[in-house]
């Protein structure tokens, strides 16, 4: 999927609260696509996301956020989110969006000062209680590249973001810049 491409009509299932349409004709849907439930580097990205979220909604954004974990286990993650968290175990989403995984994930140099901030902050975070460990086993890998799509109200795909490392993803205020530039449904009569 790339700018231009039309989403089809779908409806996905968060682990928890109310199904999700995409596309949504009323707002825009920020899909961003994480590693594995408990993922150091994908909660630190997550916690700047939830920080800014009502801004991020009072601009007209959904968050939607999909793992390629069982829906069980990330439960035990997310459940604090203020927003629709998606288990696709099956890697049928991230196919379908071109979402790949590969060991520069890791080993980019430049995805290095964020995993470390990410070590140092999810330890401490496990330590108080705030967040759990990740399962030692990861059936869907651990080396996952990130990735975001905003998509408007009909389905077409107005900007996209495929991460080169573990790290490499829209910031919010990237998000909010694209929003407030892409096209917005026509008020009904």
Sequence with gaps: MEPDSVVAARILTPVTGPDVAVP???RLIHLQFRRFAGCPVCNLHLRSIVRRHQEIEAAGVREVVVFHSPAEELREHTDELPFAVVADPGK??????GVEQAPRALLSPRAWGPIARAL????????????KLPAPSQPG????????FLIGGDGRVIAAKHGEHAYDQWSVDELLALAARAPRPDPAP
């Design 92 to 97: 049928r989403l991230y196919r379908e969006f």
């Design 120 to 131: 140092l902050t999810g330890v401490w975070a496990v330590v108080r209680g705030r967040e």
């Design 24 to 26: 949504d004709s009323g």
């Design 141 to 148: 890998g651990r080396l996952g590249l990130p990735a975001d």
